[in-house]
């Protein structure tokens, strides 16, 4: 009888060894041991939508900053409680209605990022992001100025290193005054800021 018992007992963990290994070959980076000391290497692009451009486009003139689309790369260090730190650098490219050729704001800034439910395959993240801004035609400078990024949005865990993500940001934008030699029009001299509204997605590869 015991022997009977302990065949069933062995046959039993046979059959379950299997499932035991793919559980554990299917783990994602959210665990702890992989996440803890983490380098974030990330690309991003997304959809630009104008919510507010009276500096940029005052009254009576083209709008140098309508529709567009957003490029950009991220680095940063995460830990295993959640927490990212980083930079970036990312440039939109903007219908200019002729005034331009293109309108590029070019951005360097830091980056905080704070992802909840960590362990998880899936978990929703907060991200700020703040730092120095240039613009100008087809990558030139006319003027430079500073943003401030708010947005929220999820990760998803397609490997133990590759992570796709999707966000809203909502982008605010300051420049310096300055003149457009096109159409003689003072740019930048009326109002508070621009605000900018991004649907992005992206990935990010785990070092």
Do not use: K
């Not at 992001?129 to 708010?150: D, H, N, W």
Request: aromatic share 10%; with cysteine; net charge neutral.
């Amino acid at each position: 009888m015991p022997t009977r018992a302990a065949a069933i007992c062995l046959g039993a963990l046979c059959l379950a060894a299997p499932q035991l290994g793919r559980a554990d070959s299917g783990e994602l980076p959210g665990g702890p041991p992989q996440r803890e000391g983490s380098i974030a290497v990330g690309a991003e692009t997304g959809l630009v939508v104008p919510l507010s451009t009276n500096r940029l486009c005052p009254a009576g003139y083209e709008c140098i900053a309508d529709l567009g689309w957003a490029i950009g790369l991220n680095f940063s260090y995460r830990w295993a409680n959640g927490v990212g730190l980083g930079f970036g650098y990312e440039f939109w490219l903007l219908t200019a209605n002729g005034v331009y050729e293109i309108t590029v704001p070019q951005m360097f800034t830091g980056l905080l990022q704070y992802s909840f439910l960590p362990n998880h395959a899936t978990h929703p993240f907060l991200r700020l992001r703040g730092g120095f801004l240039t613009l100008g035609p087809s990558f030139r400078v006319a003027t430079i100025g500073g943003t401030v990024e708010i947005g929220a949005g999820a990760e998803v865990e397609l490997s133990s290193n590759t992570v796709f993500s999707f966000l809203l940001t909502g982008n605010l934008l300051r420049t310096q005054s300055f003149t457009t030699p096109a159409d003689g029009a003072l740019r930048a001299a009326n109002g508070a800021l621009d605000a900018m509204l991004v649907l992005r997605v992206g990935f990010n590869f785990l070092l």
